[in-house]
């Protein structure tokens, strides 16, 4: 034993002399500059579509040419809506200025084909995250904004209480949607019998609607919301309790660029972590110069530039903020209390919310 520990100790000396007598140098710890990160090298990948929004001037964005509540042209012929709203964060985020976008207006057939062709850089059009559209279009799925479903919209004087009651009707549904693959699935799994009067638009489908084209009209029930709100009696209908689908609503964008999509999915995560902190646009400037919680100084752009590693500025989420609102702004202005629409927050309501919701972003940092 006793040789063994010598043999040992004269190795240590032996190796300790070819080093000159030197201790090991340590291993530098690398730190993303400017950050409070410790422990991994973070490094910005470029964008291409972002290097393109900025050479250009605006960010190209593609919505529903009529949905209330989501994307329609004011009486001005300015864009309003929740849709329209993601679409201004991104500008605001990417060129700090929300007004730099350019609309297009784009049906339920050609959404995919618009963002395939690069007609435009992001789809915000109450498009819902599906297996197939998310592994087969070579297209990303940024972040879900609407926890959605599909329901029906029928006459209060029809005295329905349930989908259940519907065999035999004729029920107007959108070409090009999820919902007619939904509806089939719901009366195939039922055995009842139905007729689809299948249309081109949302439009179309609240005209043939009204005018006894079809007996009750399906659609994601923020759709039938918004249909409903435009007719001439809009307290004559109602929604019935049934929700047969999930439908994540969210923007769009194409596979080929991750920073672009990682530039999107941030923006919406942007606004909700504005609401979770409790910033506003009418309070963001304030606590831009009194906050003191780590998140909030971060998110905000005061401690480190996490900006940096999407090619934006330290400032983008609090423009963000500051030009568009936070989640429960954009909600309330566009779907919820303030607008014609009056939904409830339901299953979009924070993770903490004291009637807890889906609505959950990642951490800032």
Not at 5 to 24: E, F, M, N, Q
Not at 245 to 260: A, H, I, M, T, Y
Request: neutral net charge; aromatic residues 8%.
């Amino acid at each position: 034993m006793i040789r063994r520990l010598a043999a040992a100790g004269l190795a240590i000396l032996t190796l300790s002399a070819c080093d000159g007598g030197s201790k090991p140098a340590a291993t530098p710890t690398p730190v993303l500059k400017g950050a409070d990160v410790v422990g991994v090298q973070y490094k910005a990948t470029p964008s291409k579509v972002l290097n393109a929004v900025r050479k250009r001037g605006y960010v190209a964005c593609g919505v529903n040419p009529g949905l209330p509540g989501f994307a329609f042209p004011d009486f001005r012929g300015e864009w309003r809506g929740f849709d329209v709203d993601i679409c201004r964060a991104v500008a605001a985020a990417v060129l700090g200025d929300a007004d730099k976008v350019h609309f297009t207006a784009i049906s339920a057939q050609d959404r995919f084909s618009a963002l395939q062709k690069g007609q435009i850089d992001l789809l915000s059009r109450n498009t819902s995250w599906s297996f197939s559209r998310d592994a087969g279009l070579g297209l990303d799925f940024a972040a879900t904004t609407y926890f959605d479903g599909q329901g029906f919209l029928a006459p209060k004087a029809l005295g329905l209480t349930s989908a259940q009651e519907l065999s035999g009707a004729r029920i107007c549904v959108q070409a090009g949607t999820a919902s007619q693959d939904n509806l089939n699935d719901f009366f195939r799994a039922r055995g009842l019998s139905y007729k689809a009067v299948v249309v081109a638009s949302e439009a179309e489908a609240r005209r043939l609607y009204e005018n006894d084209g079809c007996d009750v009209f399906t659609a994601d029930i923020s759709a039938l919301a918004g249909s409903r709100s435009v007719l001439s009696n809009p307290n004559a209908h109602v929604i019935l309790p049934d929700v047969i689908s999930k439908e994540p609503l969210g923007p769009v964008v194409r596979q080929n660029d991750p920073v672009w999509a990682d530039i999107v999915r941030w923006t919406v995560y942007a606004t909700i972590l504005g609401e979770e902190l409790g910033l506003t646009s009418k309070t963001v400037v304030q606590a831009r110069e009194t906050a003191s919680d780590p998140q909030t100084r971060r998110l905000l752009g005061l401690d480190g530039d996490y900006g940096a590693l999407l090619g934006l500025n330290k400032d983008w989420a609090f423009q963000v903020i500051r030009q568009v609102g936070a989640y429960h702004e954009i909600f309330r202005r566009d779907i919820g209390s303030d607008s014609s629409l009056k939904l409830d927050r339901g299953l979009n309501a924070l993770w903490n919310a004291p009637k807890p919701g889906l609505l959950y972003a990642p951490p800032f940092r």
